[in-house]
Every structure is written in structure tokens, then in C-alpha cells.
């Protein structure tokens, strides 16, 4: 399993712009996983963020992201990016990054098999 480190976690208010970064320590090849940015509010359920497949040319969204959030990977710096804009309150959560074997087209947390420890995202109004 890869060891999975997340950053880039703050506190900003509405309408900034944030980037997170998930560096793989270890483990498998980061060139041969599926990368995933998920996200957990407090008293809420895991939700879906977004997910690159592991060479980078498949990408999906939450459909209630799409626009504002940008996923990105680097093979070479075994890291991936979640770029995130025009962010509002309810983007408040941990931020976890997730690594697994393959990519569906939609991905659950149970398609993962490493994660992060998650990085705070706090939006103010």
C-alpha cells in the first residue's frame, strides 16, 4: 500500500482559492495507482471529490464541483493536486486523498486501498 500525504489545508474565506497537494511516500509505483480526492464534513458521510486515473488522461468530478475544482497528478513527483477555486463555506471538510488499483466512473471509498490522514479546509463567509 502507498503512504499517502496530504497539505495545502487552511483557513480561507469565501470566494479563495486553495491547493492541496497528496505526496506518496512509499509503496507501489504512484505512476500505477488511481488517485482520488475525497471529502468528509463534520456529522456527514465521505463524499466524492474527484478522481484521475493513473496515467492522467481520465478525470471525473463530482457534478457539483465541476468548474470550481481541478485535479492534476505529477508521476515524476509521485504527487497529485486538487486545485480548488471560488470556494464557499459549504466547501468546509477534511480532505482526504486516496490511492487504489483501478478507476471506475464512479468512484466509492471502498475502490481505495490507501489513504491519507486528511487536511482541513476551512471556508469562512
Known amino acids: 500500500q502507498a503512504q499517502l500525504v496530504e497539505s495545502g489545508g487552511g483557513l480561507v474565506q469565501a470566494g479563495a482559492s486553495l491547493r492541496l497537494s497528496c505526496a506518496a511516500a512509499?509503496?507501489?509505483?504512484?505512476?500505477?495507482?488511481?488517485m482520488a480526492w475525497f471529502r468528509q464534513a463534520p456529522g456527514k458521510e465521505r463524499e466524492f471529490v474527484g478522481a484521475?486515473?493513473?496515467?492522467?488522461?481520465?478525470?471525473y468530478y463530482a457534478n457539483s464541483l465541476k468548474g470550481r475544482f481541478t485535479i492534476s497528478r505529477d508521476n515524476a513527483e509521485s504527487t497529485m493536486y486538487l486545485q480548488m477555486n471560488s470556494l464557499k463555506p459549504e466547501d468546509t471538510a477534511v480532505y482526504y486523498c486516496?490511492?487504489?488499483?483501478?478507476?471506475?466512473?464512479?468512484?466509492?471509498?471502498?475502490?481505495?486501498?490507501?489513504w491519507g490522514q486528511g487536511t482541513q479546509v476551512t471556508v469562512s463567509s
Open positions: 486516496a490511492a487504489g488499483p483501478y478507476l471506475t466512473s464512479s468512484p466509492s471509498p471502498r475502490e481505495f486501498d490507501s
Open positions: 512509499s509503496g507501489r509505483t504512484f505512476s500505477s495507482y488511481a
Open positions: 484521475i486515473s493513473s496515467s492522467g488522461r481520465t478525470i
